[in-house]
């Protein structure tokens, strides 16, 4: 077991004993969401737990590379970033996802853009968006949203 | 009927989980030269997932009993100057669910004359700051990885927040355009 996993478990019950000891009808309502959570998640997740192994297993890491990879430059980057705008899945399983790209040749900076759009970008959730917030706002957010991902995808590359 | 929609949904994410099992049950039989990558690929990504998943669901359901929407209100909507740029990345990533649930409390906090700034702060951190999500990238991608975006995600989510409103306040005065329908109901509720 990682320290990773250790960390991450220790945080967690360290916060729920916490709350227990706040206030216990509460930190029981919250263990009711989380296994809710967890039931409407568990499909997703072993979902792209099975897409990322036929990936592994067959896409051919030379092709990965040549449209994600280093060489692929910032059109590589601005492809995976328009595909994580577009993409709508749960941010949780982004990341496993993009540890497979990895894996398989993709550089940092179109995984950091890929993960970055994903999450901050929401083609599918844009007329929602549109309707609460407005036109303006709304194009300004995601646009500006787009070009802040690349240039965080463009700096991560640089400095890892 | 919510309950009934998250139930459809829930049965469209197993159809679909069967789907895949399916064509990946044939594409295996296909190319059996496959079948150990992909079983040691699936194996290992799913002990990954599944050591950290619980914990990522108890921290999300924590906050989001402990943090409350009309905490959230409360607290951003008299936020200002750079402690309110702060308090927006903090309370963005504290709550859980999925963006378009912050979009009407975003709407209400315009409504209520929350900064421009602080509501595009705000809506990025809950986007892509948010704690448990950290967690899972720290678990796959590594912690040079997650921190290295996590800081200049920071940086250039307040810079987006503070040029958006300058753009938005330098069209004219329709700051709130959009909202007149949208969140009517859910600032009564607040």
């Known amino acids: 077991m990682s320290i990773t996993v250790i960390f991450i478990n220790l945080f967690a019950l360290f916060c729920l004993v916490f709350a227990m000891i706040k206030d216990r009808a509460k ?51 601005l492809v995976i970033s328009v595909v994580g705008a577009v993409l709508h899945i749960p941010a949780l399983t982004s990341f496993p996802l993009a540890a497979s790209l990895l894996q398989k040749g993709a550089s940092v900076a179109a995984v950091a853009a890929f993960i970055t759009t994903l999450t901050m970008v929401g083609m599918v959730t844009l007329p929602l968006e549109i309707k609460e917030l407005g036109i303006k706002l709304t194009l300004l957010r995601n646009v500006l949203s787009f070009v802040i991902a690349i240039l965080i995808a463009l700096l991560m590359g640089v400095i890892l | ?117 602080s509501i595009v702060i705000f809506l990025s951190a809950w986007a892509c700051i948010k704690i448990p999500q950290e967690l899972v990238e720290l678990q796959f991608l590594g912690l040079e990885f997650m921190a290295l975006r996590l800081i200049l995600t920071i940086v250039f989510v307040i810079l987006m927040g503070v040029s958006v409103e300058k753009l938005m306040t ?3 005065r329709g700051k709130t355009g959009g909202t007149r329908g949208g969140g009517q109901h859910e600032l009564e509720s607040i």
């Open chain 1, 27 to 77: 930190a029981k309502q919250a263990l009711i969401v989380g296994l809710k959570s967890f039931v409407q998640i568990l499909p997703t997740v072993l979902l792209i737990v099975v897409i990322i192994g036929l990936f592994l297993a067959f896409a051919p890491p030379a092709r990965v590379a040549q449209f994600m990879g280093k060489q692929a430059g910032l059109a590589g980057i």
């Open chain 2, 1 to 117: 009927m919510k309950n009934e929609k998250t139930k459809k949904g829930l049965w469209k994410s197993w159809a679909l989980l069967a789907g895949v099992l399916l064509i990946a049950a044939v594409l295996l039989l296909i190319f059996p030269d496959r079948q150990t990558a992909a079983r040691n690929t699936i194996w290992q990504y799913f002990r990954e997932m599944i050591a950290i998943l619980p914990a990522v669901m108890v921290l999300m359901g924590l906050f989001s009993v402990f943090v409350t929407k009309e905490q959230v209100v409360r607290y951003l909507g008299k936020a200002s100057g750079i402690k309110g740029l702060l308090i927006a990345i903090l309370l963005g990533s504290l709550p859980t669910g999925p963006l378009y649930v912050a979009f009407p409390l975003a709407a209400v906090l315009l409504k209520k004359g929350a900064r421009i700034s």
């Open chain 2, 170 to 172: 330098l069209g004219g």
